[in-house]
T-cell receptor, first 113, second 112 residues
């Protein structure tokens, strides 16, 4: 069965370190998204990609970057982790059709100390 | 103004109650709408899409009001297992590509 997986599921890192969160999907979807979820804010879009070599900034992109070298993967990098980036991160993928469902990974709980 | 807004709740209701959630959106050009369910510490999962004419799936009914730019979710005969956070999502078109924007979610707690 097709799926979308994130790793690691939990991570603790120190302020200033570079961190990369992995997202891998086997749906063969062109569209992939990274969200962060914080209490009171819901899911906020960090970055998204509509295909290989395409990346776009979302509403909360500062301090984050993504790259899309193949269809299956969209890694999210925190260039220099800050305590404000402590959050739960969800990756999602979706067909590029407006009526279609987005499938989410199980989330990565990141703590920056 | 946020693009998609929801009452955060929590809604505390007894089993068997009927409860309704609303979600407003700001982009009048939005065409597709969804309700997702999220259990504690889990990923969101699609509950149902929202169609123009309204649609029903068992105890769940979704409605769309384009004139007032809101969607609603009605849950009848609430069960303990309905306790979760309900997120509304709106599809927006940017430069020919689709993007899903989520509300902050409404928390529902069903008690015996």
């Amino acid at each position: 069965d097709a799926e979308i997986t994130q790793s690691p599921r939990h991570k603790i890192t120190e302020t200033g370190r570079q961190v990369t969160l992995a997202c891998h999907q086997t749906w063969n979807h062109n569209n992939m998204f990274w969200y962060r979820q914080d209490l009171g804010h819901g899911l906020r879009l960090i970055h998204y990609s509509y295909g290989v070599q395409d990346t776009n900034k979302g509403e909360v992109s500062d301090g984050y970057s993504v790259s899309r070298s193949n269809t299956e993967d969209l890694p999210l990098t925190l260039e220099s982790a800050a305590s404000s980036q402590t959050s739960v991160y969800f990756c999602a993928s979706r067909k590029d059709e407006q009526n279609t469902e987005a499938f989410f990974g199980q989330g990565t709980r990141l703590t920056v100390v | 103004r946020k693009e998609v807004e929801q009452d955060p709740g929590p809604f505390n209701v007894p089993e068997g109650a009927t409860v309704a959630f609303n979600c407003t959106y700001s982009n009048s050009a939005s065409q597709s709408f969804f309700w997702y369910r999220q259990d504690c510490r889990k990923e969101p999962k699609l509950l149902m899409s929202v169609y123009s004419s309204g649609n029903e799936d068992g105890r769940f009914t979704a409605q769309l009001n384009r004139a007032s730019q809101y969607i609603s979710l009605l849950i009848r005969d609430s069960k303990l297992s309905d306790s979760a956070t309900y997120l509304c999502a709106v599809n927006e078109l940017y430069g020919g590509y689709n993007k899903l924007i989520f509300g902050a979610g409404t928390r529902l707690a069903v008690h015996p």
